[in-house]
């Protein structure tokens, strides 16, 4: 029986771009601690980190057919110091939006704004009420408790990819039931 762990890189990765699941939990487990360790020692947050983590190994598994690095723990090293610098820019830019934001808005909103908010999240609440019983609970206790991938998979006793496809599934769903809302959101809050 052949033995992942006494692999190399290279073997690793040959048998990941024939869709070996095997090999990607052997890269996972292998080289998990170290990404975390570097996600973690530039956010100071652990569940950013896992999250920064398990997309960064998600993004292997849905590139392996076009991944092709010389050195695989310096690819993934350099793949999540990418992520965090992103999620840290965004972050920055989300904070100085809310702060330009906020210093132009008034103390009470207009009634048309409060109302088309209201409506706005009714539509989401029955949007996502019509998902699959499954997706629905997983959804939610994603956007709305905060969950992690790694917690759902815990709580609901199954893996994480099964969350993950479960959430790109009801995120597909609001996507495309909401492409008009865009429209109307972008005519609400961008008139001059």
Not at 118 to 136: A, D, G, N, S
Request: positive net charge; aromatic residues 8%.
């Amino acid at each position: 029986m052949l033995r992942y762990s006494a692999l190399d890189e290279k073997e690793l990765m040959c048998r990941l771009r024939e869709h070996d699941e095997v090999a990607f939990t052997e890269i996972y487990s292998r080289y998990w601690k170290m990404l975390f360790g570097i996600a973690y020692n530039r956010l100071k947050d652990m569940a950013t980190a896992e999250d920064i983590v398990h997309d960064v190994l998600t993004l292997v598994w849905q590139k392996r057919l076009e991944l092709a690095p010389d050195n695989l723990p310096a690819y993934l090293a350099a793949a999540v110091k990418f992520s965090v610098l992103a999620h840290l820019r965004k972050k920055m830019s989300a904070r100085n939006y809310i702060l330009q934001s906020t210093a132009e808005i008034t103390t009470t909103p207009h009634p048309d704004v409060v109302l088309h908010h209201k409506r706005i999240l009714q539509m989401v609440r029955e949007e996502v009420e019509k998902l699959p019983e499954k997706c629905r609970l997983i959804f939610k206790d994603s956007r709305e408790q905060g969950l992690t991938t790694a917690e759902i998979a815990e709580k609901f006793n199954i893996s994480g990819k099964t969350v993950e496809n479960q959430l790109n599934k009801a995120l597909r769903h609001l996507k495309s039931s909401f492409r008009s809302l865009f429209l109307l959101l972008l005519l609400l809050f961008f008139q001059p």
